[in-house]
């Protein structure tokens, strides 16, 4: 069977057509795309759409429909994914030499494309929209349930790990008068951040996780262990452990993973996080065992399908003003980013979770928000 035949069975499993009349049909430009495919898998998919082989009127659809089937169990091994594979297992792809590695090679492609596409306070991770109808409004949301549910007071003394352009910092700061200490590994995100909290108890620092050695009473994540990597899981809840005062609270929230794995889509390694891993509840479970009492496990992953359609929609609203500074293949590689991220948690292959963990239990029990 020719690849192109292999092609068009496969996605006819998903209801897709090539060049069918269906807003997830595929438009085939080049007829190298198949073999591509078949041959390179997801890494294939993603390079030939970034090089103009193929169109879909809603990416978010075609991708929902493909995982949906789980189509990708379907194709062959490849090379790319097998070598991404061995690679997380002989070598610390996230070890302190290598961290600032997805600053500079995500997190610092511009302030000017992060500030376009995200909502006004400049969140980088999954909004809460129960009762919102707008990004502004999902993030504000996500910002103050994290507050709430640290139970934060005046004159407590947050870290902020992972602290992105400081949305989360600037928000406890101002809203609960608390003093914060927010870590970025991207220096884009710490001079823009240092700007924005400007006049608060913030400070932002350049500074890996590994290399925080203070005590504070409360510790939030958010969206940063993704970046983290199973090896360093264990070793980051020590981090957090040797840092939380006791009595302290310690907010963990993440993209999570419904199987456990040791290496990430060799696409998205490749072009938009490199050295990224979505840790699974298994592996969680077991770096936290014997350090936190698990006080509450809170998964709305729907949120982020809404989030990212949001994203989506702001940046092509902003296209004409960001591509002199970006070329067309960025241009269609973010597009792709965004809207097979969005086809994914739509699949319900990808989860979010925000974790509320104590050193020894909160006396009387801990009380939920939502």
């Not at 003394?157 to 003093?179: F, N, T």
């Not at 974790?355 to 239990?361: A, F, M, T």
Request: charged share 25%; aromatic share 12%; proline share 1%.
């Amino acid at each position: 069977m020719s690849s192109k035949e292999t092609a068009r069975k496969l996605l006819s499993l998903a209801g897709i057509e090539i060049n069918g009349e269906n807003p997830w049909d595929i438009v085939v430009n080049n007829d190298a795309f198949y073999s591509k495919v078949i041959a390179r898998d997801s890494l294939g998919l993603g390079e030939s759409y970034m090089d103009g082989w193929w169109e879909c009127q809603k990416l978010d659809e075609f991708f929902y429909r493909i995982l949906s089937k789980d189509l990708g169990q379907q194709v062959r091994k490849n090379w790319a994914l097998l070598a991404g594979g061995l690679g997380a297992r002989i070598f610390n792809l996230q070890s302190r030499k290598r961290a600032f590695q997805i600053g500079e090679r995500h997190y610092d492609i511009g302030n000017d494309l992060f500030s376009k596409m995200l909502d006004k306070r400049m969140a980088y991770s999954c909004g809460y929209w129960r009762n919102a109808d707008t990004l502004d409004e999902a993030q504000e949301h996500k910002l103050d349930l994290i507050c709430q549910k640290l139970g934060l007071r005046s004159g407590m003394r947050m870290l902020d790990i992972g602290c992105g352009w400081g949305s989360l910092a600037r928000y406890a700061a101002e809203k609960y008068q608390v003093e914060v200490v927010g870590i970025t590994v991207s220096r884009e995100q710490a001079e823009l951040a240092q700007t924005l909290c400007k006049g608060l108890f913030v400070e932002i620092r350049l500074q890996d996780y590994r290399d925080v050695h203070e005590r504070f009473d409360r510790i939030a994540s958010v969206g940063m262990i993704e970046h983290v990597g199973y090896k360093n899981y264990r070793m980051f809840m020590e981090v957090v452990y040797q840092c939380l005062d006791k009595g302290g609270l310690f907010l963990l929230q993440t993209i999570g993973g419904n199987q456990s794995r040791i290496s990430v889509d060799p696409w998205i390694n490749q072009y938009i996080f490199p050295n990224g891993m979505l840790p699974s509840l298994k592996q969680l479970g077991s770096a936290i065992e014997g350090l936190f009492v698990m006080e509450d496990w809170h998964s709305f992953g729907a949120d982020y399908d809404k989030t990212l359609m949001a994203w989506y929609r702001n940046f092509e609203d902003n296209w004409n003003s960001l591509k002199n500074n970006y070329d067309e293949r960025f241009h269609r590689m973010w597009r792709y980013y965004l809207l097979s991220c969005a086809g994914s948690f739509r699949a319900r292959k990808n989860q979010l979770w925000q974790i509320v963990l104590s050193k020894e239990g909160t006396p009387g029990g801990y009380r939920s928000f939502r």
